[in-house]
Nanobody, 119 residues
């Protein structure tokens, strides 16, 4: 049974950077796609970025050019480097592992880590 544990959230000023880490217990190689989702208060959960087992990445428009997702199967980790953060990036960020973004609920989820962007 694969489990995901996030770390690295916190409070950062606008324009600042944070790196979120997701540690995977179990065999990460059994997971086709790893990704990060986020959910802000009163809003729907949304995909931020994803990376396949072959290293193909996928970013939402708001993340392009600012966020970078990486996957290290040897370390069983997936990271999300976030730069130029904006107040609208404030949300709970969730690590996810599964097959299709469209059926994300069928995958594995971490418990979430809070990111707050505020001066």
């Amino acid at each position: 049974q694969v489990q995901l544990v996030e770390s690295g959230g916190g409070l950062v000023q606008p324009g600042g950077s944070l790196t979120l880490s997701c540690t995977v217990s179990g065999n990460i190689r059994t997971i086709d796609t790893m990704g990060w989702f986020r959910q802000a208060p009163g809003k729907r959960r949304e995909l931020v970025a994803g990376i396949s087992s072959t290293g193909v990445t996928n970013y939402r428009n708001f993340a392009k050019g600012r966020f970078t997702i990486t996957r290290d199967d040897f370390k069983s980790m997936v990271n999300l480097q976030m730069n130029a953060l904006r107040p609208e990036d404030t949300a709970v960020y969730y690590c996810w592992g599964g097959k299709y973004y469209s059926s994300a609920d069928d995958g594995v989820w971490g418990q979430g880590t809070q990111v707050t962007v505020s001066s």
